[in-house]
């Protein structure tokens, strides 16, 4: 059974703080990793992703952290603002190349960032 | 806005009912996926449709089923249905590329009483 790891379960952190979400997989044949940001009441949507070839990949204040070697990975979320409250799923994929694409989700962090 | 719709925002139903979902996936998108969101399990991967055929199976249960027609849009049939179910139910759409980006519909709320 393909898993992906995820913790913790939920993260408080004042504004201008660093939020850390950490994943851990298990399956060597997965090539592609995002994180997905949810909103109460919508969909997730994706918000940063990684392949194993590169150990870093910054976009504004989100960061992906790889570790290919432990078969870990994280987020982090540098001067987090009360909008960046949310539901924050690390995800895990292996593209076979015929069409078939299965994305394994972590169980998610629900983030709060307090004023 | 994905570009996915779904259909009902909200089913109500009684035990033992069946229902179906709809997903119309983004224009040009030709693979459909669906996802179960409960608060204890997350999102749990059920099927995969890449243009009308079944291409990846997850943790769907023999009482659910999925197509997906010739226009793409793709249903979830849900039957004999148990309190168990109450889940959000995603629907995502992607090409399928090494660096797949799927995007997620806004759910189905689905609540069996």
């Known amino acids: 059974q393909q898993q992906v790891k995820q913790s913790p379960q939920s993260l408080i952190v004042q504004k201008g703080g660093i939020s850390i979400i950490n994943c851990a997989y298990e399956?060597?044949?997965?090539?592609?990793f995002p994180w997905y940001q949810q909103f109460p009441g919508k969909g997730p949507a994706l918000l940063i992703a990684?392949?194993?070839?590169?150990s870093e990949k910054k976009e504004g204040r989100f960061t992906i952290s790889f570790n290919k070697s432990a078969k870990q990975f994280s987020l982090h979320i540098m001067d987090s603002q009360p909008g960046d409250s949310a539901t924050y799923f690390c995800?895990?994929?292996?593209?076979?190349?015929?069409?078939?694409?299965?994305?394994?989700f972590g169980k998610g962090t629900k983030l709060s960032v307090i004023p | 806005d994905s570009g996915v719709t779904q259909t009902p925002k909200h089913l109500i139903t009684a035990t033992g009912q069946r229902v179906t979902l709809r997903c119309s996936p983004r224009?040009?998108?030709?693979?459909v996926y669906w996802y179960q969101q409960s608060l204890d399990q997350g999102l749990q991967f059920l099927i995969q449709?890449?243009?009308?055929?079944?291409?990846a199976k997850g943790n769907i249960l023999e009482r659910f089923s999925a197509q997906q027609f010739p226009d793409l849009h793709s249903e979830l049939n849900l039957s004999s249905l148990e309190l168990g179910d109450s889940a959000l139910y995603f629907c995502?759409?992607?090409?399928?590329?090494?660096?797949?980006?799927?995007?997620f519909g806004q759910g189905t709320r689905l609540t069996v009483v």
């Open positions: 995502a759409s992607s090409v399928i590329s090494e660096n797949t980006e799927a995007f």
């Open positions: 224009s040009g998108d030709l693979s």
């Open positions: 449709y890449y243009n009308g055929e079944e291409r």
């Open positions: 995800a895990a994929s292996a593209y076979s190349g015929a069409g078939s694409y299965q994305l394994t």
């Open positions: 990684i392949r194993p070839d590169v």
């Open positions: 399956n060597t044949a997965f090539d592609y």
